[in-house]
């Protein structure tokens, strides 16, 4: 045996140990982190400080915490115009909240979705059944967009809404009572409940002329009627669906179903169906008419239910009707609340995802939503517990009809960024008798024409 070359070898293993040991002592390995939870903070920027609204997403941030007790979570609840002010800069820094609001339409989520600030709900909303428990498919359209958020109403799901929205009629049960008028089921019948109010000294319909909206959610509801008789709800509300979440560039609003729809509105005013002096009135001034018992109708939203249930009105509520009787249910004007979604920077995407489910789909929301009268978003609406003949049993029955049907009408001025104006002054014009039904129709088909060379493309 040679000695020496066993000497070498271990002298070299010996040396090369030595070496290796160096190396490593002088490497510094960095162990894979995982936030644990209480390091974790869930940050919320939404504008659901209502007394309707802010109780359920506090109820849902103790029942969130319940589960992740080491969370903490961080809420800032202001005005929709200074959030919507805050959320654009911070997000385009790669910051703010993990939750926010995302308001539908270009008002907000078309440029989160087009600098990829916004993640896509779709997965989500699979495993926590969202689609399936809340809204119909028309409503869920209007928090979609494109993935190059060039079109609204199609595409991924980027917001998620907790309660809902419907526009109808208020009715006075006293008055009708008195009158012997019966919830009308045609237009030509509620005509009839029109002219005998009018005719026995009876304000028919409060309404504030001044306050923007109310003209064009009437004329929307008279819209859908009309254009359902002609086509179809179905096609009613592609039609909808195409022209004022799409953005689709054939279609048009100059056919004979809007100009009929602006004509029977100004055949109103001109008969004095609306209540006397309604031009100058404003703010939420047709309401309390209505609450004084002044007034026999007042055709505004579901977010009026607590105010006039709490009212000395015994009031109910219906939707408005088909063109003809026995028609099927036209589209009805409705929708979600300011929808939230999740940032795309958040690193907890997940666990705000697990907020956003508790906040829409809990028992616990449904239940509070249920105190306060307030639509949810779960349907169909449960109908137990709530007393039959009270004005909460007649907007959630009509919200379950609403859904069964499956078509919801959008508000108009989603259309363009400039439809609300347009539509407010020619309402305002159409009912004055200073525009005629043509001229109406012609005044929105040329803002629809202008957004299209406008509008985002990919």
Known sequence: MNNNIFSSSL??????????????????????????EDQITLEIWDNHNSETRNPIVEAAIEKFKEKHPNVKVKRTSRPLADIKSQIMPAVGDEGGPDVMTVNAGEQLMGPLVRGDHIVNLDPYAEEYGW???????????????????STMGRGNLYGVGFDGEMVGVYYNKEIFEEHNLEIPESISEFEQVLKKLEEAGVEPISLAGLKDYRIFHVYTLVQASVMSHYVGPNATQDYL?????????????????????????????EKGYFIDGYSGLGGTDDLEIFKAGEAAMFIQGSWY?????????EAGFFPFPPYEKEESLPPQLGGMTTPT?????????????????????????????????????????SLEGVEEGTLYYDLLKTWNEVHEAGNVAHYLDWATPTMYNTLAEAGRKLLAGTMNPEEFVDTIEKDYRTWMKEKPTA
């Open 131 to 149: 689609t399936e428990k809340l809204y119909s498919p028309s409503l869920w359209n209007r928090a979609r967009y494109s993935e190059d958020g």
């Open 341 to 381: 979604g999740i940032n795309a920077h958040s690193n907890n995407q997940d666990l705000a995802a697990e907020f956003l489910n508790i906040l829409i789909t809990s028992d616990q929301t449904v239940e509070l939503q249920k105190d306060m009268a307030v639509l949810p978003a779960r349907v169909p609406a």
């Open 305 to 313: 239910s607590a105010d006039i249930a709490n009212s000395d009105v």
């Open 241 to 269: 669906d195409s022209i004022v979440l799409e953005w689709d560039e054939e279609m048009t609003w100059d056919n004979a179903a809007n100009e009929e729809a602006a004509r029977i509105m100004q055949e109103w005013a």
């Open 11 to 36: 002298k070299a293993s010996l040396v090369m140990v030595a070496i290796l040991g160096l190396l490593f002592s002088t490497i510094t390995f960095s162990p894979v982190t995982v936030a644990r």
